[in-house]
């Protein structure tokens, strides 16, 4: 039986027309940087003691360092071109997945409501505004550091 020679190509098409959250390589890498991101979390969380007394420094770091990071990688795939290609799959990976496996604000919430019940809750006010306040500083940061590094690749 003949086969038709742009069927290849029409099928390639309609799969990259596909929203980004249909395509099963997205889905994959997303999955793939989320399991690296949670296991390092999850050795962070391990070797660095919970709470001292009252903050959790290991979520506190994670979340600040995540979103420097996070911050830094979307500014220097950015700067080297459109969201596509090896571009799109990095952000995929290492962004999406990894960043968003390795950052925990729902922890940091969960956190803040246990403190808030162990009779802590300016305590826990303070570590959910500081975490959030210096997480948007370190993201910007990271932008800031992406944008130098970068400036001479354009």
Not at 40 to 61: C, K, L, N, Q, S
Request: glycine content about 10%; proline content about 5%; some cysteine.
């Amino acid at each position: 039986m003949p086969t038709d020679p742009d069927a290849r190509r029409i099928t390639a098409t309609a799969a990259s027309l596909r929203p980004l959250h249909r395509q099963p390589l997205a889905l994959l890498l997303v999955f793939a940087g989320g399991v690296v991101g949670t296991l390092a979390r999850h050795a962070i969380e391990t070797a660095v003691p919970h709470r001292t007394p009252d903050w959790p420094v290991a979520t506190f770091a994670i979340n600040v360092v995540g979103a420097f990071v996070l911050g830094s990688l979307l500014e220097a795939l950015a700067r080297r071109g459109p969201d596509a290609g090896v571009r799109q799959r990095l952000r995929l990976l290492a962004g999406t997945g990894f960043c968003g496996a390795f950052t925990t604000y729902s922890t940091l919430a969960l956190e803040a409501v246990i403190s808030t019940r162990d009779g802590h809750a300016v305590t826990a006010v303070l570590y959910g505004i500081v975490s959030v306040v210096l997480g948007a500083l370190a993201a910007w940061a990271g932008i800031a550091v992406a944008s130098r590094r970068n400036r001479g690749t354009q």
